[in-house]
């Protein structure tokens, strides 16, 4: 009693009062799980360009504001001079690792590169489906789906090709249609290397399959027969064309002459090719060992022909060049004239479009899956590297510095 009246008697109550109003503020506060301090946020799709710090909370994006106290922050980066841009999206990749040859691990690619989703271009086929959710996409630090290949390479001589496949209907729709939590359609290998004859066979068995079970083809184009016209009649809207700027038979560009890589110096395209991205059609880099000439891409610019998404196609005997990694990738397109915020736009919000499984996948909206990619822009002198081996020296390059996936830093595994 004694105690309680001298505290009143010395004006201390109202201190105690005001203090126990403070501490329930100050949990209020927001804390954050990574924040992201200094950096330019960039996000093309939907047109934000701001300096700004970035707050991540249970995995999503919480904060964008001009100037977010360090304090709030439990991991706190300083992205001075780098610009913080939603994590890319590569539709055109094989990191089916350990199932099939030539798939590569996505992780410590992931990690050094700023891909925080993984698209694997036909690494597996319909009775490999599961496998591919369980041992690839479930564990996985970054997001992974994939097109399902058509069919499995049969090398069986004494097998109609064509009636298998054809044959396959029930199993390919299923593998689609009861994991389209991951699996977003079928690749379809079009190109006498590849199918041989059968090529434009099995398309229009990958049409009659996406018709019936509504899902979309990749469709790859490499040497002709069949011809170009032949393809794009088949393709729908949100069908996808890759290796759109591949230099071989098969491709979107006339030729001035038969030498592989002489292109219209107006950049004119084949028939039935403008119709096709009319109607819907989408057009995909999808890089790889043998698939990107620069002549090529600069002749579809120059026609009014830039790609719909920017794709690295990268595998085993892509990786350790001339591909390397998706910023490389982003390089070449930003050496051809195309500028950074239209780079950008084509592996984040545009190939989002195409995965369309994760709500706010390829922004940096407050709500948005926390994927971010730190890049920065280089100057200097530097070589790039096309699919036929053609070197340019380019006065900047694109590189990560990190990579956040689902709120997480991507780390490469030990």
Known sequence: MLRRN??????????????????????????????????????????????????????????????????????????????????????HTHCAHDMTSGSIEA????????????????????????????????????RKFGFVHLYANLRNPDVDVVRYVRNEKKETGAAVTENRDFVLGVKVYVGSNMNGRYSLDFLKIAREF????????????????????????????????????????????????????????????????????ARGVWFDVGHGAGSFNFQAARAALDAGFPPDSISSDIYSASVNGPVYDMPTTMSKMLYLGMSFEDVLLRVTANPARIVNRVPGMGTLAVGAPADIALLAIEDGQFQLVDSQRNVVTAPKRIVSRLTICRGKRVTAPL
Not at 259 to 270: A, D, I, N, P, Y
């Open 107 to 142: 992780e410590p690619i992931a990690a050094r590169s700023g891909v925080t989703t993984w698209v694997d271009a036909g690494s597996f086929g319909p009775d490999q489906v599961k496998g591919f959710g369980r041992f690839i996409v479930a564990p996985a630090q970054v």
């Open 6 to 91: 001298l505290v009143k008697a010395l004006g201390l109550a109202p201190l105690a009062a005001a203090q126990s109003q403070v501490a329930p503020a100050q949990q209020r506060q927001r804390r954050y799980d990574i924040l992201i301090k200094n950096g330019e946020v960039m996000d093309p799709g939907r047109s934000f360009r701001q300096k700004a710090d970035v707050g991540v909370a249970d995995g999503k994006i919480a904060a964008i504001e001009p100037e977010i106290p360090a304090g709030q922050g439990v991991d706190v980066i300083d992205a001075r001079g780098l610009y913080v841009t939603p994590g890319l999206v590569d539709l």
């Open 210 to 277: 996406a018709d019936e079970f509504k899902f979309p083809i990749m469709a790859h184009i490499s040497f002709a027969p069949p011809q170009t016209p032949e393809v794009m009649e088949l393709m729908r809207a949100g069908d996808i064309v890759t290796h759109c700027y591949n230099a071989h038979t098969l491709g979107i560009l006339d030729k001035t002459d038969t030498r592989e890589e002489v292109f219209s110096s107006t950049g004119k395209l084949k028939p039935g090719v403008r119709e096709a991205r």
